[in-house]
């Protein structure tokens, strides 16, 4: 870490720069990889016929004719599709106008006032780890919501986006809600686990006691991390001095509209989400049996206009509380407020553009997927029973996780193999599943792989803009959570193992 420090210190360079050299650099290492035959076996199991299929995944070389051909053919379309973008540009209008407004510094004040700082900060903490229910949408919702939070509570913003994004990365696997990742993933693991027992069931909820559990002493964690290293090492913010806001008639009368405005809005789509009722549950997919699938299918009404309903809501929210505090009066006010967080986003553009760029590239080249390939194989291989091959899931998991961030793609490369592995060794499917979700988290905040990882890196760079190596420095505010997230699921994985605690209804970690 220190050794990365200096270089990027002696070259300054940008962090558009170090996004264009680790896309150069996976050009060459996919050539080299290639060149050696670098490959490895991927195992799917059909669900039906409950048999194993075998593909064989090479590296591709995109160090030729054919591999700049799709750089220079998809990149255009790859940033356009890269969803990231699109969701943090539309988020922010709804952002601008709740802060143009005044809404935002309006209601931080009113529930904020007395709360002591850390009870903030666990709240943050908090709502990130479970906000995994809304999908990556969670991401541009909750930093630059945290950002704001500290900025009116008179701290520093970039702690706030720093603690949010370890809460949002260190709890990624924590769901206490249901989502259609975790039917993915339990199809996955069913499908596997049926190879060794053609009658085995799993509940949706096997693991609701462990992830509540883990979700609050994790918050905890975080809180410690970031009020006893992040805040000291951050420091205050340098504002001048200004008398204390106050909330009066006309911003109480504002928050009253909004909250008349946001009940409405929030019970027309609610019982638009119940189904059975007369009229209602249009916003579902009615061909899925689940009703979380029905709610998230990427069919779904719900699921595909998920980020505008979340964006109209917050337009919602500032409008009606300019109207109600008069800082709003006009359309025009009204429309320039639905540009104010977009001021100066061009560098956030740009940076976002090459990111794009290099996860594609890698994605494209199929290194991770052959590297997740050989970890998967080598579980196999290994004849561990117990904790050791517990703690093997957990850090094959941390390591995977820094080369393939993506939860579905992984789990569906390792788990026909690690649940078999698993059961023949007296652990459930459950289990092994959760050990996998909690390994992500370690490493989930500190690879530039992660697609969301760009957007965290572009509000640190707006609300601190005196960073000498803004990667290097938002890479190294994440690695105290990371290690103390090791050390938090590593804990709580064996004694749950060694207890035998139950890890939710109907779920076990022991068969």
Known sequence: ???????NKKLNLHPVMIFLILTGLTIILSGVLNLLDINEQVY?????????SVELVSVLNLFSLSGFKYIFSETVANFVNFTPFSTFIIVLIGFGVMEASGFLKSFITLITKKMKKNVVTFLIVFLSIIGSFMGDISFV???????????YGRRNPVIGIVASFAGLCCGQGLSLWYTSV?????????????????EYRMASISGLFL???????????????????????????????EEEFKLGKKERRGLMFSALAALAYFLFFLYNIIPGLPFSGKLLDNSQLLYVDKLFNYNSFFSNGFVFIVTFFFVILGLFYGMGAK????????VESLAYSLDDIGGSIILIFVASLFISVFKYSNIGTVLVAILASFIRSVNFQGIPLILLLFVVSIISTFILPGTVSKWAI????????FMNAGITPEFSQIIFRLGEGVSFGLTPLMSYFVI????????????????????????????ATLLCFAVIIVLWYVVGLPLGINGVPVL
């Open 456 to 483: 965290y890196l572009a509000i640190m760079m707006k609300y601190n803009k005196d960073m000498d190596s803004p990667m290097y420095e938002s890479i190294k505010y994440q690695v105290p959570y990371s290690i």
């Open 182 to 198: 975790d039917s993915t993933l339990l199809s996955s693991s069913l499908a596997a686990a049926r190879v060794i027992d053609a």
């Open 141 to 151: 919702i909750m930093m630059p919501l945290s950002a704001l939070i500290f900025k």
């Open 414 to 421: 390792l788990s026909p193999i690690v649940v078999p592995v």
């Open 44 to 52: 799917h199991v059909n669900s039906s016929t409950l048999e194993y």
């Open 211 to 241: 992830m509540f559990v883990s979700a609050i002493v994790l918050s905890i964690v975080i809180v410690n991390v970031t009020e006893k290293n992040i805040a000291l090492k951050v420091g205050k913010i340098e504002t001048t001095e």
């Open 1 to 7: 870490m220190i050794i990365m420090k200096q270089w």
């Open 327 to 334: 800082t709003i009066t006009s359309n025009k006010e009204f």
